[in-house]
């Protein structure tokens, strides 16, 4: 296993567009995390499955994103109509349980134009 | 008043310094994180506390659980030492919560 791996690695989009993001964790990690970093900043949470389960969203995904965990296993984060305020880094990490060491994924960059 | 603070915001040494970043917290916890990001890297999980203190080479992380409060020391610091360190706590709603980061640059 070769850690959590996320992809694209960088993205580049037009305003408007739709883009998807796709995160794997390591195998045995039942928690998944979704955290948006932009420049400058620490991360923020948008939102986090146990299993397949989405037990938790931030006020701050707002109607145009949202995220799956279909099987308990990957992740998808999709933003649609994309906004210039939507440029970030967008990370995931998994942990095995509640209050487990987290691991990174290397993240997502999104550039809208 | 933000749930995580830390202090100092921003921090700068000479190699060789003992360096203490700190982290205070408001909500009741069930673990506490110390996280590392290098400019322009990813994010690396130093510690994960719920008591106590962990040692792991020249990191030192400790937690008191009843004052809210947890501590990262590096020994013998050095200028690969250099990036942000985060402070993020877990709290009861199973919600990860960040400080906002120490910057450190340690100086040859």
């Known amino acids: 296993d070769t850690g959590v791996s996320q992809n694209p690695r960088h993205k580049i989009t037009k305003r408007g567009q739709n883009v998807t993001f796709r995160c794997d964790p390591i195998?045995?990690?039942?928690?998944l995390y979704w955290y948006r970093q932009t420049l400058g900043q620490g991360p923020e949470f948008l939102t986090y499955?146990?299993?397949?389960?989405?037990?938790?969203k931030s006020r701050l995904l707002s109607d145009r994103f949202s995220a799956e965990r279909p099987k308990g296993s990957f992740s998808t984060l999709e933003i649609q109509r994309t906004e210039q305020g939507d440029s970030a880094m967008y990370l995931c990490?998994?942990?095995?349980?509640?209050?487990?060491?987290?691991?990174f994924g290397a993240g997502s960059r999104l550039t809208v134009l | 008043k933000n749930e995580v603070e830390q202090s100092p915001q921003n921090l700068t040494a000479q190699e060789g310094e003992f360096i203490t970043i700190n982290c205070s917290y408001s909500?009741?916890?069930?673990?506490l994180h110390w996280l590392q990001q290098h400019p322009g890297g990813g994010i690396v999980s130093l510690f994960m506390?719920?008591?106590?203190?962990k040692k792991h080479g020249r990191l030192i992380a400790t937690i008191n659980i009843q004052e809210k409060h947890s501590s990262l020391h590096i020994t013998a610091s050095h200028p690969r030492d250099s990036a942000v360190y985060i402070c993020?706590?877990?709290?009861?709603?199973?919600?990860?919560?960040w400080g906002a980061g120490t910057k450190l640059i340690i100086k040859p």
């Open positions: 909500v009741g916890i069930s673990a």
């Open positions: 499955f146990q299993n397949e389960a989405q037990l938790e």
């Open positions: 993020a706590v877990c709290d009861s709603n199973y919600q990860l919560i």
């Open positions: 195998s045995e990690h039942n928690r």
């Open positions: 990490a998994s942990s095995l349980g509640h209050g487990e060491v987290l691991t």
């Open positions: 506390l719920s008591s106590g203190k």
